[in-house]
C-alpha cells in the first residue's frame, strides 16, 4: 500500500519540480551577474562618451582586446597552463601531506600533541614570509614554487581532516562496534565515509589557497604563468593585460572549484537533502 | 538463557553504577528494566550488550560469556543511529556484510516489508520521521537474527501514537523470531503491554529492587484486571525504591554532604 502511495508521490512531483527549478535557477544567475555587468557596461559607457580616458582602469572591450591578443599568439595558453600545472602539483603534495598528518593527529592522541602546537605556530607564518628560504634553499625554480603552494595547501587540509576524526561521532563508531567490524571495515564503512564531508570542504579550501599561493610562487621570478603576466602587465605599462590576467586566476580557480565539487558530489548525494533543507 | 551473575560496574571515576545484579531470562522472554533515571539501565544494557565489560560477576548467553560485541546480541539504541551515508536498506543490511549481495538486498526488502516500510529502502534516512528510523533501526539489529535483542529507551523520543504502533509491531516481530528481549523504559504502561517480567531498579548504586511478572495473557487489554493489577503493583514498587533511598541508609547519606562541604 505504502508502494502506491509512494509512486504517486513520484508522478506528482516529476512534471513541475524542474520546470520551477529551472526558472528559479535562471533568476539567480540573471541575480548574481547583474552587478558586474551593470559596473562593466556603466564603465564601458562612461569611457565612450569622453568622461574618462581609462587609460589605468581600461573598460570591457579593450581587456576583450588583450584577451584576444594574447589568445591569438598562443600566450594564454602558456601562462593558464603554466600556473595550472604548478597549482596542481603544489595542491597534490599539500593535500596529500596534509590528509595524512592530519589522519595521524586526529587518530592517535600522542601524535596530535606532538605535532600539533609545531604545526599550529607554523601556521601563523605569512605565506610571503618563506619566499627567501625557499628561493635559497631549492632555487629559482619549479621546486620552490611548488613548495610554497603546497605549504598553503597543506594547512586547511590538515586541520580539516584532523578536525574532521576528532569530530566522528563517537555513537555511530558504537554502532560499527556492535557489528564487530574489524579495525579495517571500521576505517572504510564508518570513518572514511564519515570524515568525507569535511575533507571535501578541507580540499576544496586548500585548492583556492593554492591558487592565492601561486600568485605569491610567480612574483618570486617566473616566466610564464598568470603571476608573470601580472608583473609583465605592470611593467609595460599595460592595465588591460593585468586585468586580463586577473579575470583568468577567477575562472580558473572557479572551473576548477567545479570540477573538484563535481568529482564529489557523487560521494555526498546523501548531503543534498539536509543542504537544501537548511 | 541470558544470566546475569552478581554483575557489578564501578565506572573509572568511582561511580558505582551497579552493585550484584542477579538475574536469569528465559528463551523468548520479554524484560523490561524501569527505574528513575541514574539507576544504572543503560550501564547494565553496554555490559550485555558487550559494549563495556562489567567490574565484577559475568554475563552468559547460553552458556557463552559476553565479553565484548556478541553476535547473538542486537542492540536498539536510544536514537536510531542510522548511518546516514547508507540508503533505509543499506542501513538494515549492515550487519549482512558477510552475505553475498542479492541475499542481502532480498533480507533488507523483507525487513522494510516487516517494519511497514517497503518502498522506503531507496531513501535516505533523513527523509524519514523519528518513529520510521527508530524501525529501521529494529530491523537492522533483527536481520542478522539475534537470541538477544537489547533496547535502551527505543521509543522515549517518540509520541504516545507512534509509540503505541511500534509496541505493536515489535510484539509482531518478537512473535515472528521470539528472540529474547530487554527493554529499557521509563514509561510503565510500555514495561506492562509488552513484557513478561518488569525489574524494577533502584539508583545508587543501581541495584534490582524488585522483579514484577505480568501475568496477562497477551495482546494485553489496558483496561483488563491484570494489566491494571501489574500497573498497580510496578508503580507501588517504584514508589517504594524511591522513597526508600533516604531512610536506608542515613548515616551514608550525611556523611557523603559532609564530604562535600
Ligand atoms: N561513562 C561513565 N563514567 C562515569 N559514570 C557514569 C558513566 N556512565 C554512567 N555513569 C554513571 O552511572 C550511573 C548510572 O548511569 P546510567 O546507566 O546511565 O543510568 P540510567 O540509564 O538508569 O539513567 C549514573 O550515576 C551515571 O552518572
Ligand atoms: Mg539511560
Redesign the interface.
Known amino acids: 500500500m505504502s508502494d502506491i502511495i509512494l509512486d504517486q508521490d513520484k508522478n506528482n512531483a516529476a512534471p513541475s519540480a524542474p520546470r520551477s527549478s529551472v526558472a528559479r535557477r535562471i533568476f539567480h544567475y540573471a541575480l548574481a551577474f547583474s552587478v558586474p555587468l551593470a559596473l562593466a557596461l556603466g564603465w564601458e559607457f562612461a569611457v565612450r562618451a569622453g568622461w574618462s580616458n581609462g587609460r589605468l582602469m581600461p573598460p570591457p572591450s579593450r581587456i576583450l582586446d588583450a584577451f584576444a591578443d594574447l589568445t591569438a599568439s598562443g600566450e594564454l595558453k602558456i601562462h593558464i597552463l603554466a600556473t595550472l600545472a604548478r597549482v596542481l602539483a603544489g595542491f597534490a603534495l599539500g593535500a596529500v601531506t596534509g590528509a595524512v598528518i592530519g589522519a595521524l593527529a586526529g587518530v592517535s592522541d600522542i601524535a596530535r600533541r606532538t605535532l600539533d602546537p609545531s604545526l599550529q605556530a607554523l601556521r601563523s607564518v605569512p605565506s610571503i614570509a618563506w619566499v627567501p628560504l625557499f628561493l635559497l634553499w631549492l632555487g629559482i625554480f619549479e621546486a620552490s614554487k611548488i613548495a610554497l603552494i603546497a605549504v598553503g595547501v597543506f594547512f586547511p587540509v590538515y586541520l580539516g581532516v584532523s578536525g574532521a576524526i576528532e569530530g566522528i561521532d563517537r555513537k555511530l563508531v558504537e554502532v560499527g562496534r556492535v557489528f564487530r567490524l574489524t579495525p579495517f571495515q571500521m576505517t572504510t564503512r564508518i570513518l572514511l565515509p564519515a570524515i568525507l564531508p569535511a575533507t571535501i570542504i578541507a580540499l576544496r579550501a586548500g585548492l583556492g589557497l593554492g591558487f592565492m599561493f601561486v600568485v605569491a610562487a610567480e612574483f618570486m621570478g617566473a616566466s610564464e604563468g598568470l603571476g608573470y603576466l601580472l608583473v609583465d602587465g605592470q611593467q609595460m605599462g599595460r592595465p588591460d593585460r593585468i586585468l586580463a590576467a586577473i579575470i583568468a586566476f577567477a575562472a580558473l580557480g572557479k572551473i576548477c572549484d567545479g570540477i573538484l565539487v563535481v568529482l564529489t558530489r557523487p560521494l555526498l548525494r546523501w548531503q543534498d537533502l539536509a543542504r537544501s533543507q537548511l | 538463557m541470558l544470566t546475569l551473575s552478581s554483575v557489578s560496574k564501578t565506572y573509572a571515576d568511582g561511580t558505582e553504577a551497579l552493585r550484584d545484579i542477579r538475574l536469569d531470562i528465559d528463551q523468548g522472554e520479554i524484560v523490561a528494566l524501569v527505574g528513575g533515571s541514574g539507576c544504572g539501565k543503560t550501564t547494565l544494557m553496554r555490559l550485555i550488550?558487550g559494549?563495556d565489560t562489567a567490574s565484577s560477576g559475568s554475563i552468559a548467553v547460553d552458556g557463552e560469556t559476553i565479553a565484548?560485541?556478541?553476535?547473538a546480541v542486537?542492540?536498539v539504541?536510544q536514537?536510531p543511529?542510522l548511518?546516514?551515508?547508507?540508503s533505509v536498506a543499506d542501513n538494515i543490511a549492515?550487519?549482512l556484510?558477510h552475505l553475498p549481495k542479492a541475499e542481502r538486498i532480498a533480507t533488507a526488502q523483507d525487513a522494510l516489508t516487516r517494519v511497514?516500510?517497503?518502498?522506503?529502502g531507496d531513501r535516505?534516512p533523513?527523509?524519514l520521521s523519528g518513529g520510521q528510523q527508530q524501525r529501521v533501526s529494529i530491523a537492522r539489529a533483527l536481520v542478522?537474527k539475534p537470541k538477544v535483542l537489547l533496547l535502551d529507551e527505543p521509543f522515549s523520543a517518540l509520541d504516545a501514537f507512534t509509540r503505541a504502533a511500534l509496541h505493536e509491531q515489535l510484539l509482531g516481530l518478537w512473535d515472528a523470531i521470539r528472540p529474547t528481549i530487554v527493554i529499557v523504559t521509563h514509561d510503565v504502561d510500555e514495561a506492562i503491554r509488552l513484557a513478561d517480567r518488569v525489574v524494577v531498579m533502584r539508583p545508587k548504586p543501581g541495584r534490582i529492587f524488585e522483579v514484577v511478572s505480568v501475568a496477562a495473557p497477551r495482546p494485553r487489554d489496558p483496561l483488563g484486571l491484570p494489566y491494571e493489577k501489574a500497573k498497580r503493583r510496578v508503580l507501588h514498587a517504584l514508589d517504594r525504591s524511591l522513597q526508600n533511598e533516604p531512610t536506608t541508609k542515613p548515616a551514608a547519606a550525611s556523611g557523603d554532604a559532609a564530604l562535600w562541604w
Open positions: 550488550s559494549l565484548a560485541p556478541h553476535p542486537g542492540v539504541f536514537e543511529r548511518l546516514p551515508w547508507l549492515f550487519g556484510h511497514g516500510l517497503a518502498g522506503y535516505w533523513r527523509e542478522p
